[in-house]
């Protein structure tokens, strides 16, 4: 290779690579107190039974908009989850997932502000189960999140009955790799 040649295609070779349009996040369920981390969380065996999976794929393939698809299977039957992006990562600790990630962030935390905290600024999910605990959602926003600032995606408890409050943080799976 001729040193101009070199020296042209430097530039290139630093550039980092270009993150995929499509991502897939395949895991179980685990124990938070698993030796190794595990890539998908459960905080509650009841709703979120050890063993059961989620496949979780994030499409930016189309510029400046988001869509995620949540598919899961083994979780408790009849249930409704709330599922929402994290800033944080998962750990033995819910709260180590950190905040709801949001477009444009609320300057006053936790976010309570309904010009913040709403589903044009949030990446949010309704997980239905059926019978046998399976069950997919989707939905697409209209920006794509900060590089880093996403870093789970985190199940809710969804109902206000049982050992589990409405918000209570009952699985989290890890995104960023």
């Not at 897939?24 to 124990?31: G, H, K, Q, S």
């Not at 935390?109 to 044009?120: F, G, I, K, L, V």
């Not at 605990?133 to 199940?155: C, I, M």
Request: net charge negative; proline share 12%; charged share 15%.
């Amino acid at each position: 290779m001729t040193a101009p040649l070199a020296a042209a295609l430097l530039p290139l070779a630093l550039l980092a690579p270009a993150a995929p349009p499509v991502s897939v996040v395949e895991a179980a369920f685990d124990p938070a107190t698993a030796f190794v981390p595990p890539a998908a969380v459960s905080y509650a065996q009841d709703l979120v039974p050890y063993g059961s999976h989620a496949r979780v794929v994030t499409d930016h393939s189309v510029p400046g908009r988001t869509a995620l698809t949540l598919t899961v299977s083994g979780l408790a039957p009849d249930h409704e989850f709330p599922a929402h992006l994290h800033t944080g990562g998962c750990g033995a600790d819910p709260a180590s997932s950190g905040p709801h990630y949001q477009d444009t962030v609320d300057p006053v935390q936790p976010s309570t502000d309904p010009a913040y905290a709403n589903e044009r600024n949030e990446l949010r999910l309704l997980l239905r189960t059926d019978g046998h605990g399976d069950g997919t959602a989707t939905t697409a926003v209209p920006w794509q999140p900060r590089p880093g600032g996403a870093r789970s995606l985190v199940l809710h408890a969804g109902t206000p009955a049982g050992p589990h409050g409405a918000g209570d943080r009952v699985a989290c799976v890890k995104l960023e790799r």
